[in-house]
């Protein structure tokens, strides 16, 4: 079993719309929990942070844990073309290793 | 301001050849860290650093080497390249290794092995 699933889409929505991206993880002992964005041909960059349960706001992206069901999502709000990207969750314990999802393509159209 | 550079950003090699890849930071992290990204698979740690001459092994570290001489630097050593080998490097850093230090990342050396 991995330690992180995420579905890797591709997810198409128009411009404006609501996203929902998300992942599972099997490890209940995951404490800090985080949202990459990576661009085409670029590295990944955080974009959300979380520890342990709860939801976190920043801007238009929300970021949820769920630890009981061992879920976390990350919403973004009024999309944007410029929020077309590869979304990876990423969770860890102690912070030496760093457990990612497969990634989510994102595309958002105008 | 350059953040992680990785060079080169493309290569071609053949099997049982031998390369390094090179990762500067230039923040002054002391934490280094070397993924891979294959399609479908995600990163997967290879080798990280909590600093200069201290390095640990990730979850995928057969069949590379890392050294660790100053904080600038962490280079990635195949040794016997192998088409399993093929995929998109990443090196990362972060200042403290804390979970709510974020990690940044280099651009990527994208590694064919034929």
């Known amino acids: 079993q991995k330690e992180v699933e995420q579905d890797p889409g591709p997810l198409s929505v128009p411009e404006g719309a609501i996203v929902s991206l998300n992942c599972t993880y099997s490890n209940s002992a995951f404490q800090y929990f985080m949202w990459y964005r990576q661009y085409s041909r670029k590295g990944p960059e955080l974009l959300m942070y979380t520890y342990s349960s709860g939801n976190k706001e920043d801007g238009r992206f929300t970021a949820q844990v769920d630890k009981s069901s061992k879920y976390i999502s990350l919403f973004i709000r009024d999309s944007q073309p410029s929020d077309s990207a590869t979304y990876l969750c990423a969770m860890t314990l102690t912070g030496n290793q760093f457990y990612f999802g497969t990634g989510t393509s994102l595309t958002v159209i105008p | 301001n350059a953040g992680v550079t990785q060079t080169p950003k493309f290569r071609i090699l053949k099997i049982g050849q031998s390369m390094t890849l090179q990762c500067t930071q230039d923040m002054n992290h002391n934490y280094m860290y070397w993924y891979r990204q294959d399609p479908g698979m995600g990163l997967k740690l290879i080798y990280y650093s909590v600093g200069a001459g201290i390095t640990d092994k990730g979850e995928v570290p057969n069949g590379y080497n890392v050294s660790r001489s100053t904080t600038e630097d962490f280079p990635l050593r195949l040794e016997l390249a192998a088409p399993s080998q093929t995929s998109v490097y990443f090196c990362?850093?972060?200042?403290?290794?804390?979970?709510?230090?974020?990690?940044?990342f280099g651009d990527g050396t994208r590694l064919s092995i034929l």
């Open positions: 990362a850093s972060s200042y403290s290794g804390q979970p709510d230090q974020p990690q940044h």
